[in-house]
């Protein structure tokens, strides 16, 4: 195992040590847990962001205002 040092906000740390405290754990684990929850969420081999390409629309009609008012129209 790994001994490291991080910065975290206040209020995070607080929420933490909360949680630590209410459900019997350390610290150590609720970060340990977290990480392992973050992690699971973003696994390896996943696209890159810039991989992404908004999906092309389908049936929405004609449009109500011509593209070269788009601009001004989205100040007002």
Do not use: C
Not at 35 to 62: C, N, Y
């Amino acid at each position: 195992m790994i001994k490291t040092q991080i910065q975290i906000p206040d209020h995070l740390y607080h929420e933490a040590k909360r949680l630590a405290r209410e459900n019997e754990l350390s610290f150590a684990e609720v970060v340990r847990r977290g990480l392992e929850e973050i992690v699971r969420h973003h696994p390896p081999g996943r696209a890159k962001p810039t991989d992404w390409k908004l999906p092309g629309s389908f049936g929405m009609g004609q449009p109500l205002v011509a593209e070269d008012q788009w601009t001004a129209l989205s100040h007002e």
